[in-house]
């Protein structure tokens, strides 16, 4: 097999340290050498390790993503060497043969000989666009998570506040709350505070403030609000970070905001992730099974036994099953959902509409183009009569005799 490096390192990477396998390949009577050699993970003996690659005239780093441990290597390394950073699903060592040492050995072999394909690790700017919106993400699931704990003190103390207001952190929900952590416990002056579109459901109000209220779950519930209170105004930061790191993307988020579903946020979440650059996908293709919205591949002996996707980028993944949930209606994703659903089940529609859309977001960020949609009615149209004798069909079905008389245009 040909070697493509032949001076190749192979990092393999823990908490404490790493092991170093430099790889030299022998030519001649020299036969092939490897050294392995472990250095500490605090910064200063990084930098000695970049020094040490440098003075053994290594070409080529490869290094395992072991949780979030590869990046001080990395980013130390990067600037002065070829650093790739690969899959450890793609890396896999021989069961049974594993250890430290054996595993930067087979990491510098693989990478010498080009067994092995890079992962995406994006530039300075879109790694910190990524934290700021991995951080929101995460902060606006820990709010709700604080929401749901209010809904269960108040299901303790038999309030089922949440089964007539739809947000019980809304005006009128937290004038509620309020109201009884500060002791009042009458249903009806309760119900009165109902703001707006809540006062015509005041009765239903009455019966569901009608229960057993402490200041125990009042404490629990302060407790609670204050928390929800301090999310929100870190996701107001955020979202003013965001607004910075987003300037020279501007142009892009406009282009994703016109795909039905993509709101703001969503958008910037499929910037951060990508890093706005689709020529590191060379096709739609190649982005959709970076995500893990394309159908995965498993045959043998001449037999298909699965097509699950595999696993993708869970944050990308996430936005965009939020985006494929929320799609408008009267739209080319409403429909494709339909008939996928109808056919396939809920779910797998749900990931066919999550493909269609990065596929869309591939063409419109590589041509600069803003998303036109095809219509609701792209598949009856595409083939008309296919469609008029599946109608016709199902009104035979039914017991209809059916009898077609075209439509003059009289304008």
Not at 329 to 336: I, L, N, Q, R, V
Not at 343 to 351: E, L, M, Y
Request: charged content about 25%; glycine content about 8%.
């Amino acid at each position: 097999m040909d070697v493509v490096h032949p001076r190749c390192a192979g990092v393999d990477i823990s908490k404490r340290d790493a092991k170093v396998c430099v790889r030299v390949q022998g030519s001649g009577r020299k036969p092939t050498s490897a050294t392995v050699t472990t250095w500490g993970a605090m910064t200063n003996q990084i930098l000695a390790l970049r020094e040490h690659l440098l003075a053994e005239k290594v070409t080529c780093v490869v290094m395992e993503a072991t949780g979030d441990y590869w990046k001080p290597y990395y980013y130390l390394l990067e600037d002065a060497l070829q650093v790739m950073l690969v899959n450890a699903h793609d890396a896999r060592n021989l069961p049974g043969r594993k250890t430290d040492v054996s595993d930067a050995a087979w990491l510098a072999d693989l990478g010498a000989h080009g067994l092995l394909r890079g992962s995406l690790v994006p530039p300075p700017p879109i790694r910190r666009l990524r934290d700021l919106t991995r951080a929101r993400t995460a902060l606006t699931r820990d709010r709700t998570r604080a929401v749901q704990r209010i809904e269960k003190v108040l299901e303790d103390a038999g309030i089922k506040l949440s089964m007539v207001a739809t947000d019980i952190m809304g005006v009128s929900g937290r004038a509620m709350l309020e109201a009884l952590i500060a002791g009042h416990r009458d249903p009806e002056q309760l119900a009165e505070l109902a703001k707006g579109r809540m006062r015509v459901k005041i009765p239903a109000l009455i019966e569901a403030t009608t229960g057993q209220f402490t200041d125990h779950h009042g404490f629990l519930i302060r407790m609670h609000l204050d928390l929800i209170d301090r999310y929100g105004q870190s996701l107001t930061d955020l979202d003013d970070r965001i607004a910075e790191a987003m300037e020279p993307f501007q142009a892009a988020r406009e282009l994703l905001t016109s795909i039905p579903g993509f709101s703001t946020s969503i958008a910037e979440v499929f910037l951060a992730e990508t890093g706005a650059d689709m020529s590191v996908f060379p096709t739609a293709a190649h982005l959709a099974s970076w995500a893990g919205t394309a159908p995965g591949s498993h045959e043998s002996a001449g037999r298909i036994t699965s097509t699950k996707t595999r696993p993708g980028n869970r944050h990308l993944k996430g936005a965009l099953g939020t985006a494929a949930a929320s799609r408008s209606k009267g739209t080319y994703f409403s429909a494709k959902y339909k008939r996928l659903a109808a056919r396939r089940g809920p779910i797998k529609a749900i990931v066919a509409v999550e493909h269609a859309m990065l596929v869309a977001a591939w063409h419109m960020l590589t041509n600069g183009d803003f998303y036109r949609d095809p219509g609701a009615d792209y598949y009856a149209t595409r083939q008309p009569t296919r469609t008029k004798a599946h109608a016709i069909g199902q009104l035979e079905a039914l017991g209809y005799h059916v009898t077609l008389v075209a439509v003059t245009d009289t304008a």
